[in-house]
Structure formats: C-alpha cells, structure tokens
C-alpha cells in the first residue's frame, strides 16, 4: 500500500462522502480508492469510516485522524511547493476558480497572454459562481467579487474596488420616464440580482456628500446571472444595478444609459471588492503570486468606473 496515496484518498472519501465520489476527483476506479482505504484502516487496526448503502461517515477515529493528517499533508503541500514552485519561475498545475461572467470579460481575452509569459504553469480555470471550498476543491487561487471573507484559515489580497451602475436602455427610458432621483426607482421595474436566502424587494443603497440614501426596489424580474440581468436591459425591460466591467462598453456604446452617475452605489456595509482568496500553504507559491499579478494587470487594463 502507498500510504501517502491511501491519506489522500481518505480525505477525498471524507470530503466528498463517498467512495465514487473520491474516485471521480482522484481519476480511478472506485475500487482503487476501496482498496486504499481498507489498506489504511488494517495497517492502523482501526475503522476509520463507517459505510452504508447511501452514505459513508466518519468514525470518531476517523474524524480525529482526519484533522491531524490534513494539517499534515497541508504543512507537506506547502514543503513541496516551497522547492518546486518558490524558486524564480513559476512551475506546475495551478486551478483556478473565477466567477463565470468576470472570467469571460476580464481573463479571457489575456489568458493566452498568461500562458505564453509562464510556460511552465498548466492552468485549469474552473468558471463558477458558487462560493468554493478551496481545500475541498483543491483550488490554489479563488477570485471572488464580495465582501473580503475574514476567515483566518485564507489569506485575502484585495485588487480592486468594485464600481456599480444603474442603467437602463434609451427605448425604457422613453417609455416610463427617466427617474430623476434615486427615490424614483421605487416607481419603476427593477432588474434584481437574485441573491441566496433574498426573497422580495431589494435595498438599492446611495452616497452622495457624505449623505446616505436607501431605497427599496422591486421589479418581476430577478435572476442570479448578471449577463441574463444585462440581457433583459438591453432589451428594455427595466433597470438594473451592474457591474461596471459588464456594461461598461453598452454605456459607452449608447445601448444603456448610466443613471445617478455622481452617487455612489451601494457604499459602506455593502461595500464590495473583486478579491482573491488563497490558503496559507500557497503563501510562497510562484505560481499563485505570477497569477495574482496577472490578475491585477487584467482589472487594471478595464475602465474603473
């Protein structure tokens, strides 16, 4: 039994709650994995995991076994890729998760740039919105567009503010008014981001001299993509609370029209950053910092609203 690969197995059963699972993220057959795992518990006369027909647990063994080994082969992680990736060029696979519309707009048109300039580093971009568990998906770098997490077990390393717009399309502006004060909006449809656990109206929040102003929108539209939301305002169906990466170019275009242009839009305890996320064993990864320098190059190379 290689008892470096039956540890890694067991975490990936443990992460993943079961045996295909594990399988499927390590590339084998489930019963390799089986076997890795049945090798471990006999070398060490315990069970680590209990296995029924729908699931699998740890034991409390397990559980105990599980916390020491992951600090382990964290701290083991972090050795290797101090040898292998901390010299002066960057070396090696790196995954990366990006959110899907920020990576399409803001990386993709550079990513060819980042792989002729590091020929060394294979990149995997994993394109989602969902909030990623980094060690769980064995992700290296997270860019996220939120309020920085504040867990002590990430490093966090902040790129840029992140700018809004109000917008609206001319042809919806014609049709219901042009708002004249960001009061107004409760008077029109709004295009709503739909967040988790968020049902009804909104609270569109404004800044303009130091005075705050909050107003609560509501629309028949809201959906949790910001392409879908720019969509549905070019086509007029109301207005909408963006990005300013995303619209940015429909503005200058004249295909949106930018409203309340000298407010700041959703200031203070709603005040969000594109950020990037990283746990403490890639600190002196060259790959993680020639990426993250990438990173703030592309952001830097798009208006900032």
């Not at 020491?68 to 101090?82: F, H, P, Y």
């Not at 709503?192 to 130091?210: C, E, I, M, T």
Request: aromatic content about 6%; glycine content about 8%; overall charge neutral.
């Amino acid at each position: 039994m290689d008892k470096l690969q039956a540890l890694r197995a067991f975490i990936d059963v443990a992460q993943t709650g079961g045996f295909s699972k594990a399988a499927q993220r390590r590339g084998v057959a489930t019963s390799s994995v089986t076997r890795l795992i049945d090798g471990l518990e006999a070398s060490l006369g315990v069970s680590l995991l209990t296995r029924s027909t729908r699931q699998v647990a740890l034991t409390d063994a397990g559980a105990a076994y599980l916390e020491q080994i992951t600090r382990l082969l964290s701290d083991l992680d972090e050795a290797d890729a101090s040898v292998s990736d901390g010299g002066v060029e960057a070396v090696g696979p790196l995954r990366v998760s990006v959110p899907v519309t920020f990576g399409r707009l803001c990386l993709g048109p550079h990513i060819a740039r980042f792989l002729h300039g590091h020929p060394r580093v294979s990149l995997e971009l994993v394109l989602s919105d969902a909030y990623v568990d980094l060690a769980a998906e064995r992700i290296d770098v997270a860019v996220r567009i939120g309020v920085p997490d504040n867990a002590p077990q990430l490093i966090v390393r902040e790129l840029s503010g992140h700018h809004r717009y109000v917008v609206a399309s001319p042809q919806y502006l014609r049709c219901h008014g042009m708002p004249a004060q960001p009061a107004d909006l409760g008077l029109h449809e709004c295009l709503r981001y739909a967040y988790q656990y968020q049902a009804g109206p909104q609270r569109w929040s404004f800044l303009r001299a130091g005075e705050e102003l909050g107003v609560e929108v509501n629309g028949r539209l809201a959906a949790n993509s910001g392409d879908m939301l720019r969509d549905a305002a070019l086509g007029g169906a109301g207005i909408a609370l963006l990005s300013h990466w995303l619209v940015e170019d429909d503005v200058q275009a004249g295909r949106l029209q930018r409203l309340f242009a000298d407010y700041e839009i959703n200031p203070r305890e709603h005040r969000v950053s594109i950020h990037a996320a990283y746990l403490p064993n890639r600190r002196h990864s060259r790959k993680v910092h020639a990426f993250l320098d990438f990173l703030q190059s592309c952001i830097a190379a798009r208006p900032q609203g």
